[in-house]
């Protein structure tokens, strides 16, 4: 199996941000295709806090904006208040573990108490 070339850019993007290569990361956005960034580079950059910690995420979203940004795709911006994005994320969660989520909650809370948040 082989990867496509936006496939290997997302990667680049991804792997760049993780390992604070910086100015890799803004050679890439100078460089990006007609079509991107789009929302595979803003979902890879959501994963970037995991695996470097927020501060690296941080500084790579600075870096990409300085280069002409990321900015969200008209069909990922949420008006929805703080409350209503909780409610929708618990109401998620219920779903995902139903009649477990309450020891999940529980497990969550013990290992550290914003986890549970």
Known sequence: MSLSPAELRILRVFT???LGRFGELAELRRNAPAGEPDRRWREA???VHVF????RGV???????AQ???????DEQDEATPDERRARGEAFFRRIYEKDSPAVRGMLERQ???FAL
């Open 16 to 18: 760049a941000a993780v």
């Open 45 to 47: 950059l959501l994963q």
């Open 52 to 55: 470097a910690g927020v501060p």
């Open 59 to 65: 500084e790579a979203y600075a870096v990409l904006e």
């Open 68 to 74: 002409g940004g990321l900015g969200p795709a008209h």
């Open 112 to 114: 550290h108490p914003d």
